[in-house]
């Protein structure tokens, strides 16, 4: 069923539509030679996809962090604390991200960050230092765009986090806090040497298809500019008019890095599992 079902598919795309294929022109937008510094650079949607990564990778930290803190928030036995993870969650959680991202780049990024002198710092770094920035983040141009999209992708996810880690914190037994408190640990350590790690083990499955959605969610800050694979995309189909082409090349860059964090989130699992056996 599934073959027949493939089979149909290439039927309409090449036959159906009378789609002209134009795969020829893929490379060059993945890997091209420079001539004037004499070697191979990353094309557009390599470019992209590395902008993704980047965008990705410190979003999933900043989310873990709001994740991890509200959600010990919204267990603690101080309504304040409980008030304050609560309202995170429900405002984030009930505003489509697209909004959060307008939101976060008309008024973080033109309003908050500049307060912080971000862009002459970075202009008073040295050249090696710059590339740094360059490589990590993002050009000196763009960085400010970047860092908005990295906060509102963090916070959009953060909230989704936060209630996957107060599951797994609740998930822990309550003897296990008896017996940490028995013997003498304070809450801090209840927390960071008994609950904690269970409670992680608890939550890993879920934790890894937020870590996966956050990679899929980066592609909403492409309205703000941001140069991610979606917004470089975009511009490939539209100087060269070859729609179905760029998109299954994008289908597949992104399943390749949630398939590389799947794994990882499995190889972790399988070393959790090993170890608390």
């Not at 990024?109 to 002198?117: A, C, E, K, Q, Y």
């Not at 296990?176 to 609950?195: D, I």
Request: net charge positive.
């Amino acid at each position: 069923m599934l073959a027949i079902a493939v089979g149909g598919l290439i039927w309409r795309l090449t036959l159906g539509l009378h789609y002209q294929w134009n795969w020829g022109i893929i490379p060059v937008y993945l890997i091209r030679f420079d001539t004037e510094l004499a070697r191979w650079l990353p094309g557009m949607l390599v470019e992209g996809m590395l902008t993704t990564l980047r965008l990705s990778f410190w979003s999933m930290l900043l989310a873990t962090l709001f994740g991890l803190i509200m959600g010990i928030a919204r267990t603690r036995s101080r309504l304040l604390f409980r008030l304050m993870g609560f309202s995170y969650v429900e405002l984030i959680r009930n505003i489509p991200p697209l909004v959060l991202v307008f939101i976060f780049y008309f008024f973080v990024s033109d309003r908050i960050l500049p307060l912080f002198g971000i862009e002459e710092m970075v202009r008073s770094l040295s050249p090696a230092a710059s590339s740094w920035v360059v490589l990590f983040f993002a050009r000196e141009d763009l960085l400010l765009p970047f860092m908005s999209g990295v906060i509102t992708v963090a916070l959009f996810q953060g909230a989704y986090l936060t209630e996957i880690v107060r599951a797994g914190i609740q998930a822990v037994d309550r003897g296990q806090w008896e017996s940490a408190a028995s013997l003498g640990l304070t809450w801090p350590q209840q927390m960071r040497l008994v609950v904690l790690p269970q409670a992680i083990r608890h939550a890993l499955p879920p934790l890894g298809n937020e870590f996966i959605n956050t990679v899929k969610y980066s592609s909403i800050v492409s309205v703000i500019s941001i140069q991610e694979l979606t917004f470089q995309g975009l511009q490939v189909m539209a100087s060269t008019q070859a729609t179905i082409e760029i998109w299954l090349v994008i289908s597949l860059m992104y399943l390749s890095l949630c398939l590389m964090i799947s794994l990882a989130v499995q190889y972790m699992e399988q070393r959790l599992s090993r170890s608390w056996h």
